[in-house]
C-alpha cells in the first residue's frame, strides 16, 4: 500500500485555504472596477435611511483602495440623472445624503399599498379599546365613544374604518347622528357570525366596577 505524506497533503490545504480570501476580494474588486455603479446601487436599495458620499466610500475602500469620494460622487451625480425619469421611483439628495425614493406621479398608487400595509399592523391599545366599545355598546355615536373612554377618538375611529373593522351605520341615511358599528370583517376576526357570541363582559370587571353602569 502506498504511502501518503501527510505533510505536504497539509501544507497543500493549508496554501488553498490563505488563496480564498484574496480570490474572493479579488472577484468582488473586479466587479467594482467594471460596474461600480451597479455595486453602489445595491448598497443604496437595502439602507434603511440615506446615505453619504463617505458612507460609501468608507464600503468601497475596504475592499477596492482606487476608489475615491470624487468617484464615488461622480457616480451618484450620474444615477440620479439615470432615475430622474422613465422609472417608478428616483435617487435624490437630501440633506442626509442620497436615497431612493418612489416617484412623485406613483403617489396615489403607494399610499393604497401604505394603506394595506398599515391594516395588517396590530391594532395599538387605544384602537382596541374603541373597538369593544363600538363591539359591545354599537351601534353608537363618536360624542358617547369618547365620552365612555374619556378622551377624543377620532384618530382611532378613523384607522378602524380604514382597517374596515367599523363602519358607519346606514350611511345612505340622513341621520342626525352618526353611528357606528362593527363590520363583518370584524366578525369573521373574531370566529363569530354575530354580536349574540362576543364573550360576556361580567366576568372580566372587578368587583366595584369602575365603569359607568351604561357601559356595563
Known amino acids: 500500500m502506498k504511502s501518503v505524506n501527510l505533510t505536504s497533503v497539509n501544507d497543500g490545504q493549508k496554501k488553498l485555504n490563505e488563496t480564498k480570501p484574496k480570490q474572493k476580494k479579488d472577484r468582488v474588486k473586479l466587479l467594482l472596477e467594471t460596474d461600480l455603479a451597479k455595486a453602489m446601487e445595491a ?3 437595502i439602507s434603511p435611511k440615506a446615505i453619504t458620499v463617505k458612507d460609501l466610500w468608507q464600503v468601497i475602500y475596504k475592499i477596492d483602495k482606487s476608489i475615491t469620494q470624487t468617484k464615488i460622487e461622480q457616480v451618484l451625480i450620474n444615477l440620479v440623472k439615470k432615475y430622474s425619469f422613465n422609472y417608478g421611483f428616483s435617487l435624490s439628495k437630501t440633506s442626509l445624503g442620497y436615497r431612493f425614493y418612489s416617484s412623485v406621479e406613483q403617489k396615489l398608487i403607494v399610499e393604497s399599498f401604505l394603506q394595506n400595509i398599515q391594516i395588517e399592523q396590530n391594532l395599538s391599545l387605544s384602537s382596541l379599546e374603541t373597538l ?3 363591539a359591545y355598546k354599537g351601534p353608537i355615536s363618536r360624542t ?3 365620552s365612555i ?7 382611532t375611529i378613523r384607522t378602524l374604518q380604514l382597517r374596515d373593522l367599523i363602519t358607519v351605520k346606514n350611511p345612505n341615511k340622513t341621520n342626525i347622528v352618526t353611528l357606528f358599528e362593527v363590520t363583518d370583517l370584524f366578525l369573521e376576526k373574531m370566529s363569530i357570525s354575530s354580536l349574540d357570541q362576543l364573550p360576556p363582559l361580567a366576568p372580566y370587571l372587578p368587583d366595584e366596577p369602575l365603569l359607568d353602569k351604561k357601559v356595563i
Open 132 to 134: 369593544a366599545i363600538v
Open 144 to 146: 358617547e365613544i369618547n
Open 149 to 155: 373612554r374619556g378622551v377624543n377618538s377620532d384618530s
Open 43 to 45: 448598497i443604496l436599495i
